[in-house]
């Protein structure tokens, strides 16, 4: 099934992980992906797609700057000559220690990259979406959006602040034909969190409280952006979509 046949998305944080992950997923569905990222492994999931004869490319973007989203998203629509959906994923887990230990660069680090990255995101692709009559956006946020683990203070609150900033925009643009949805991945495998993987005392204790006794590969977390993406989303708005292996529920 090819449900993004003919169509362009947009994906930042898509050099490792969850975004390469759901690059490949769209890929494969035959949508053309315009990657932004600081990281030049970009290219690498850039060759994938292509070796699997699907488009792709990569700009360099630092979400942090706004002016840089402006350029990734007229580069999408150069590129491919258009823009259907956009996946606002690109983040950072600043280091963990208590909030009173937290550093004022700790704390810029989230509200620039979880935070402030994902509002330039969305007013770029938002901007676009309005001239074209519309499209899809998806907002990584995550079960620090729902609930608060210790040492993780400024991540959890930007991601707190990421499903309301999904459930602003899906209010403001609904009747413009713009859906915008996040979702909220539990412990995913990654770069991000290899640390936690590598370490027992964590693992045990993290398995132990989750009824699903693992952590998700990025592979498990790309189907519900697709999703949300597709005509089969078409009544899904606002929403935050929890993919936790019921860790959450438990
Ligand atoms: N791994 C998990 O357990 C988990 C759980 C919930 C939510 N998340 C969220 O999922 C998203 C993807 O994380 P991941 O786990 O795949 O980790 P990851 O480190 O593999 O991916 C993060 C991506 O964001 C990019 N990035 C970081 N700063 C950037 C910047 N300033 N500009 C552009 N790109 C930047 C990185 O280069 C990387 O490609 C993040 O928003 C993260 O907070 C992860």
């Known amino acids: 099934m090819e449900r993004f046949a003919g169509k362009a998305v947009l994906i930042t944080g898509a050099a490792t992980g969850i975004g390469r992950a759901t690059a490949l997923a769209f890929a494969r569905e035959g949508a053309s992906v315009m990657i932004?990222?600081?990281?030049?492994?970009?290219?690498?999931?850039?060759?994938l797609i292509v070796g699997e004869g699907g488009n792709a490319a990569f700009r360099h973007t630092d979400v942090r700057k706004a002016a840089d989203l402006d350029a990734l998203v007229a580069a999408c629509v150069d590129r491919y000559g258009r823009m259907d959906a956009a996946f606002n994923n690109a983040g950072v887990l600043p280091p963990q220690r208590p909030i009173h230990e937290v550093t004022e660069a700790e704390l810029d680090?989230?509200?620039d990259v979880d935070f402030k990255g994902v509002f330039f995101a969305m007013q770029a692709e938002i901007r676009h979406f309005l001239k074209v009559g519309g499209g899809t956006i998806v907002?990584?946020?995550s079960v620090g959006a729902l609930i608060a683990d210790p040492n993780m203070s400024a991540y959890c609150a930007m991601k707190h602040a990421v499903s309301g900033l999904t459930k602003a925009a899906a209010v403001e643009y609904a009747q413009l034909n713009i859906r915008v949805n996040a979702i909220a991945p539990g412990f995913v495998v990654t770069p991000m969190t290899q640390h936690?993987?590598?370490?027992?005392e964590f693992t045990q204790m993290f398995y132990a409280q989750n009824i699903s006794g693992r952590a998700a590969r990025p592979e498990?977390?790309?189907?519900t952006v697709l999703h949300l993406c597709s005509d089969g989303g078409s009544f899904i708005n606002g929403a935050t979509f929890t993919i936790d292996g019921g860790q959450t529920a438990h």
């Open 36 to 47: 932004g990222d600081v990281d030049a492994r970009a290219d690498e999931t850039v060759a």
């Open 109 to 111: 680090l989230a509200i």
């Open 139 to 141: 907002n990584t946020a």
């Open 196 to 200: 936690w993987a590598d370490s027992n």
């Open 220 to 223: 498990e977390i790309a189907p």
